[in-house]
């Protein structure tokens, strides 16, 4: 009967430590997602300040082309 005990701690034993280890596995798993996670998150805003700094060179090369069509508008070319 003690033998069965003992036997039976043993079994206890080996599957917390199994479980133990696959908890740290997945721990690590979701570490490595939470910072690639992050690092999309990052590029992502950098992308987005990227393209609000485009808009706003394009908005104003679309001023200074209308400008520059309203002062050509002024010249008429002999033909």
Partial sequence: MLEELVSGVDRSKKSNEYVL????????????????????????????????????????????TESLNATMSQFKLKE
Wanted: hydrophobic share 35%; no cysteine; proline share 0%.
């Fill in 21 to 64: 280890q696959n908890v740290e596995s997945i721990s690590a798993v979701v570490e490595e997602t939470a910072a690639g996670s992050e690092e999309i998150s990052a590029s992502t805003q950098e992308q987005k300040h990227s393209i609000s700094k485009m808009v706003e060179k394009v908005s104003s090369l679309r001023e200074l």
